[in-house]
């Protein structure tokens, strides 16, 4: 199993979605931000410098960046706009576990992301609704 040290730095494109809009939907998304999110298929890579970890995920719509310390809430800006406290841990050697913590009114989400040499699994979680998206390497 890689670390993420050693899996830091390359890219990842989305590969595969299911149930992304259903995802969005749950969290109150706009019929036109969903479309875009649909149609786009983002390249995501994270670095690692010391203890300080960022995970970009870049398209032709966005990029969005989000940097952090492990186990250390942050305020985060998502990318449909909603504003959320969010802390993510790492489990095993592979794994950042993202919770998000609505900032006012809004659900709490869970995002789970595997990675592994060659894909990032991606589990995003609100109320009873999950959605898995798979990134591969990109080349």
Not at 91 to 97: A, C, I, K, P, Y
Not at 100 to 110: I, M
Not at 112 to 127: A, G
Request: proline share 4%.
């Amino acid at each position: 199993m890689a670390t993420l040290k050693a899996i830091a730095g390359k890219k990842y494109k989305l590969d595969s979605s299911e149930n992304f809009d259903d995802f969005m939907k749950a969290l109150g998304v706009s019929f036109v931000t969903r479309q875009v999110g649909n149609a786009v298929s983002p390249v995501v890579h994270l670095t690692v410098d010391g203890d300080q970890y960022s995970l970009t995920s870049a398209s032709s719509f966005k990029t969005s960046v989000i940097s952090f310390k492990l186990n250390e809430p942050f305020d985060q800006d998502t990318p449909d706009g909603r504003k959320v406290k969010a802390t993510i841990v790492l489990e095993g050697d592979n794994t950042l576990v993202e919770t998000q913590e609505p900032q006012g009114s809004g659900k709490a989400t869970k995002i789970v992301r595997e990675f592994s040499p060659n894909e990032i699994k991606m589990t995003l979680t609100v109320d009873s609704i999950v959605c898995t998206r798979i990134y591969k390497l990109q080349e």
